[in-house]
C-alpha cells in the first residue's frame, strides 16, 4: 500500500507570491493533518480536517488556508508569502489508532 | 513557545555507548508518539505510547511514558550509526483531535 504523498517536492517562490501544496493519505484514512517545519526546529500544527471539515487550526494567520476533497486528499494554500514561510510542509493522516503518518514534505523556499 | 521540551538538542557519541532522551512538559496528553526524521524526509513514526507507566520496547529501543503522562524518555542501547538523525516526541490530545505539539527534536549523531 502506498504511504502518504505529497507534491511537488520542491518548490520555490518569491514574496507576495501564491502557493498550493497537495497532499494523498494512507488508502482508508479520512483526516488529514497540515505542519510547517522550520530547519532546525519540530514540525508545527497548522489545520486538521476530517470528513472535509476543519477540525482544528493552529496559530496561523489566515494567509493560511486549507481544504479536504470527498476523497480525502488535501490542499494547503498560502498566500502573500513571506520570507518566513520558507519551510518544509509536512502532511500526515491519521489512523484507527488516532497515530498520525507523516509523508516527505514539501520543501517552500521563499526568496 | 515549545510545550513539549526535548534534551538534549544534540548528541554525538561513539558507536556502541547508550544513551537516554528526554521529552518533558507541564500538560497532559492522552499519547505520546516518539518519531525518527532523516534529513529532506517526513517523521517515521517509531512508537506510540498511551498509559501512564507504559514501557515499550523496540529492538535497541526502550519507551517510557511517565506515570502522570506529562513526560516520556528514549533509552537507546549500544547505539549504531543507523541511529544516526533526529528524534521528535510529540503530545497528542483526544479532545483536541489528536492533533500533535512537538518537541523541538534531538540531533543524534552516532560515530562509527
Known amino acids: 500500500d502506498a504511504g502518504v504523498t505529497q507534491s511537488p517536492t520542491h518548490l520555490i517562490k518569491t514574496r507576495g507570491q501564491h502557493v498550493t501544496l497537495r497532499c494523498s493519505p494512507i488508502s482508508g484514512h479520512k483526516s488529514v493533518s497540515w505542519y510547517q517545519q522550520v530547519l532546525g526546529q519540530g514540525p508545527q500544527f497548522i489545520f486538521q480536517y476530517y470528513e472535509k471539515e476543519e477540525r482544528g487550526r493552529g496559530n496561523f494567520p489566515d494567509r493560511f488556508s486549507a481544504r479536504q476533497f470527498p476523497n480525502y486528499s488535501s490542499e494547503l494554500n498560502v498566500n502573500a508569502l513571506l520570507l518566513g514561510d520558507s519551510a518544509l510542509y509536512l502532511c500526515a493522516s491519521t489512523g484507527l489508532g488516532n497515530e498520525q503518518f507523516f509523508g516527505p514534505g514539501t520543501r517552500l523556499t521563499v526568496l | ?112
Open chain 2, 1 to 112: 513557545t515549545q510545550l513539549l521540551e526535548q534534551s538534549p538538542q544534540f548528541l554525538s557519541i561513539q558507536e556502541g555507548e547508550n544513551l537516554t532522551v528526554y521529552c518533558n512538559s507541564s500538560s497532559v496528553f492522552s499519547s505520546l508518539q516518539w518519531y525518527r526524521q532523516e534529513p529532506g524526509e517526513g517523521p517515521v513514526l517509531l512508537v506510540t505510547v498511551v498509559t501512564g507507566g507504559e514501557v515499550k520496547k523496540l529492538k535497541r529501543l526502550t519507551f517510557q511514558f511517565g506515570d502522570a503522562r506529562k513526560d516520556s524518555s528514549l533509552h537507546i542501547t549500544a547505539a549504531q550509526p543507523g541511529d544516526t538523525g533526529l528524534y521528535l516526541c510529540a503530545g497528542g490530545r483526544y479532545n483536541a483531535g489528536n492533533m500533535l505539539t512537538f518537541g523541538g527534536g534531538t540531533r543524534l549523531m552516532v560515530k562509527p
